[in-house]
């Protein structure tokens, strides 16, 4: 290898160290991160695989990320870093959301209304220690749990259909006649013939009827 091609080479890896460097350190939210947080825990049943940088929404805004996750007396203490200021009223809702069908986790603050639709009121409440969330289970964990409990259920449904299935292509029952018998395919095709041609005369009689009825309606 040119000493040309030695130096090409040189400074093509050097410009992409430049660019690496680049987006890792100054386009790194953690180093240049401006916000002034707060702390806030919440102890939820079960977190669902939620875990440390897990992102934190209000309302859906991005206002934090979740920082440790502890089991204490059977129940999961998530203490989360918060930037965005809300109040939150006794009527919240904070539940643990798929970020995506796939994977992912995020925590979803609903800080709830001063008064609901019924006019009811709610207190403010100022503590940001131990409130209470839930979890909203994986909906395809709840279709596998459904169709493992039900799985003999399902079984014979499966093979109920599949019997009448073969008695339709059989020709056997009232069902299958219909559907095997060429005579009925030919009354149907009449019938839709007549159906066609009776539309047809009503569209040209329409004119006539509608001249008639000005008719009358002049005396």
Same mark, same amino acid.
């Given at each position: 290898?040119?000493?040309?091609?030695?130096?090409?080479?040189?400074?093509?890896?050097?410009?992409?160290?430049?660019?690496?460097?680049?987006?890792?350190?100054?386009?790194? @939210?953690?180093?240049?991160?401006?916000?002034?947080?707060?702390?806030?825990?919440?102890?939820?049943?079960?977190?669902?695989?939620?875990?440390?940088?897990?992102?934190?929404?209000?309302?859906?805004? /991005?206002?934090?990320?979740?920082?440790?996750? =502890?089991?204490?007396?059977?129940?999961?203490?998530?203490?989360?870093?918060?930037?965005? =200021?809300?109040?939150?009223?006794?009527?919240?809702?904070?539940?643990?959301?798929?970020?995506?069908? /796939?994977?992912?986790?995020?925590?979803?603050?609903?800080?709830?209304?001063?008064? @609901?639709?019924?006019?009811?009121?709610? %207190?403010?409440?100022?503590?940001?220690?131990?409130?209470?969330?839930?979890?909203?289970?994986?909906?395809?964990?709840?279709?596998?749990?459904?169709?493992?409990?039900?799985?003999?259920?399902?079984?014979?449904?499966?093979?109920?259909?599949?019997?009448?299935? @073969?008695?339709?292509?059989?020709?056997?029952? !009232?069902?299958? %006649? /219909?559907?095997?018998?060429?005579?009925?395919? !030919?009354?149907?095709? @009449?019938?839709?013939?007549?159906?066609?041609?009776?539309?047809?005369? !009503?569209?040209?009689? %329409?004119?006539?009827?509608?001249?008639?009825?000005?008719? /009358?309606?002049?005396?």
């Amino acid at each position: 290898m040119s000493m040309k091609n030695e130096l090409t080479v040189g400074i093509v890896f050097i410009i992409a160290l430049v660019l690496l460097g680049y987006f890792t350190i100054i386009m790194s @939210d953690d180093i240049f991160d401006t916000h002034e947080y707060y702390g806030m825990t919440v102890v939820f049943p079960s977190i669902e695989g939620l875990g440390g940088n897990d992102k934190v929404r209000v309302n859906g805004v /991005l206002s934090g990320s979740v920082e440790t996750t =502890e089991l204490v007396n059977n129940r999961v203490l998530v203490t989360m870093k918060l930037y965005n =200021e809300f109040v939150l009223y006794e009527n919240y809702r904070i539940t643990i959301k798929n970020e995506t069908a /796939l994977a992912g986790k995020y925590v979803s603050i609903d800080p709830g209304m001063q008064f @609901d639709e019924k006019g009811k009121e709610y %207190a403010v409440i100022a503590t940001r220690e131990n409130l209470v969330g839930k979890a909203i289970e994986d909906p395809f964990t709840l279709i596998s749990e459904f169709v493992d409990e039900n799985r003999q259920n399902i079984q014979v449904s499966l093979r109920n259909i599949r019997e009448i299935t @073969d008695k339709i292509n059989s020709g056997r029952g !009232t069902l299958g %006649a /219909l559907v095997n018998d060429d005579r009925m395919v !030919t009354k149907t095709d @009449d019938l839709i013939e007549e159906l066609r041609e009776t539309i047809e005369d !009503t569209r040209e009689q %329409a004119p006539v009827t509608s001249f008639i009825r000005a008719a /009358l309606t002049a005396f």
